[in-house]
T-cell receptor
Framework: SQQREEDPQALSIQEGENATMNCSYK?????LQWYRQNSGRGLVHLIL?????REKHSGRLRVTLDTSKKSSSLLITASRAADTASYFCATRPDTGANSKLTFGKGITLSVRP | EPEVTQTPSHQVTQMGQEVILRCVPI?????FYWYRQILGQKVEFLVSFYNNEISEKSEIFDDQFSVERPDGSNFTLKIRSTKLEDSAMYFC???????????????FGQGTRLTVV
């Protein structure tokens, strides 16, 4: 299975600081995506990185992917209180017609004002 | 910006009752999905649907579950006889293309919180 591990499980930082969240996976992937979920709400797509990409930026977000280590990191720069949420990485496998995303348990980010 | 909408936002039902969760995917999307998230746990894939048939389902998606696209806009998840352990947040998602495409982003709805009592 594409067992996923994310670390840290919870992260608390001061507004303005950078937040780095990591995700590791076990099988070959087609792409890896990061999602945000505010408490009790839906999943919001943040960024997608393909298996042949190493780094991607979107606004204050920077995602890296190391397929040799089967890991990804999400960096949020200059964090804001509104960034407080749970962050999930999800992978799309590289095999067959499998169309599902496999999610991890998520990382809870708290940004203190 | 186009979005996936789900109704109701919260559904409370008695054990053994049937529930139907409704979703309106983004209008030009062709692939539809249901996921669920039990409180405090990871988001789990249930089923994917394309061209009016199930293309993939997980072991969670047993005979108690069914999906349907009754018209050109709605995509529904039915649970025939709910159990306590069906209590979860259910998310609908849609994509324009098959997830095999490396650029395909899945758009998720806000979810329906199902509480079985």
């Amino acid at each position: 299975s594409q067992q996923r591990e994310e670390d840290p499980q919870a992260l608390s930082i001061q507004e303005g600081e950078n937040a780095t969240m990591n995700c590791s996976y076990k099988t070959s992937i087609n792409n890896l995506q990061w999602y945000r979920q505010n408490s009790g709400r839906g999943l919001v797509h943040l960024i997608l990185i393909r298996s042949n990409e190493r780094e991607k930026h979107s606004g204050r977000l920077r995602v890296t992917l190391d397929t040799s280590k089967k890991s990804s990191s999400l960096l949020i720069t200059a964090s804001r209180a509104a960034d407080t949420a749970s962050y999930f990485c999800a992978t799309r496998p590289d095999t067959g017609a499998n169309s599902k995303l496999t999610f991890g348990k998520g990382i809870t980010l708290s940004v203190r004002p | 910006e186009p979005e996936v909408t789900q109704t109701p936002s919260h559904q409370v039902t008695q054990m053994g009752q049937e529930v139907i969760l409704r979703c309106v995917p983004i209008s030009n999307h062709l692939y539809f999905y249901w996921y669920r998230q039990i409180l405090g746990q990871k988001v789990e894939f249930l089923v994917s649907f394309y061209n009016n048939e199930i293309s993939e389902k997980s072991e969670i998606f047993d005979d108690q579950f069914s999906v349907e696209r009754p018209d050109g806009s709605n995509f529904t998840l039915k649970i025939r006889s709910t159990k306590l352990e069906d209590s979860a947040m259910y998310f609908c998602a849609s994509t324009r293309e098959r997830m095999l495409n490396g650029n395909t982003e899945a758009f998720f709805g806000q979810g329906t919180r199902l509480t079985v009592v």
